[in-house]
């Protein structure tokens, strides 16, 4: 059975390659593997997500939710030096890549952490995502609500989902759950959603 992009120690095996990540301001050259969520390339979400929200705040502590092989954490850590950027994923690959990328571009401020490893009493400034919609409504929605209470009063998390996977719906239910949404782009299939915690 091959593995998911969510599967906590993948079995396939590892067959490292080096992908290109090319944006306005951060150009980086980041390790990937097998078994890890887009794993042959930049995933095109990650890439709108990353083009199209606001800069970090410059410290604090930002919290890459689901971060692969690490290219949304690296560019964090690379935009705001003096915050710390939380990359947390379920799969150990994934951190494992996500170390490697950061110690290699010598980000400092990267933590790479098991979901039950960053510290319960870290709030956080921002959040960036791109969720793993393919673990089903149900745990996604736990998922986040778990996570986005997390968020300092005012700061705001970024979210990236395919039009086709249901953005739409989850922006529905965000606000259904009391969150100021707003769509920041439309591109190439991809809603990017500013999620903001009420004051």
Not at 45 to 65: H, M, N, S, Y
């Amino acid at each position: 059975m091959a593995d998911h992009y969510f599967t906590a120690t993948p079995s396939s095996i590892s067959q490292p390659s080096a992908v290109e990540l090319h944006l306005p301001d951060v150009q980086m050259t980041l390790m990937t593997d097998r078994g890890v969520f887009s794993g042959s390339r930049v995933d095109p979400g990650t890439l709108a997500l990353l083009r199209e929200c606001a800069l970090p705040p410059a410290e604090g502590d930002l919290l890459d939710l689901g971060c692969g092989y690490g290219p949304v954490a690296c560019v964090l850590a690379r935009r705001s030096p003096g915050a710390t950027v939380w990359a947390t994923d379920v799969n150990s690959r994934a951190l494992e890549l996500t170390g490697a990328n950061a110690a290699a571009l010598r980000l400092a401020n990267v933590r790479t952490a098991l979901p039950h490893e960053v510290p319960a009493g870290t709030v956080f400034s921002g959040i960036w995502s791109n969720p793993p919609i393919r673990v089903g409504k149900d745990a996604l929605h736990e998922l986040l609500s778990v996570w986005m209470e997390r968020l300092a009063p005012g700061a705001s998390a970024w979210l990236v989902v395919n039009r086709h996977l249901g953005s739409d719906s989850l922006a529905a239910w965000l606000v259904g759950r009391g969150w100021e949404v707003r769509r920041a782009a439309s591109k190439s299939g991809y809603r990017v959603l500013e999620v903001r915690r009420p004051t």
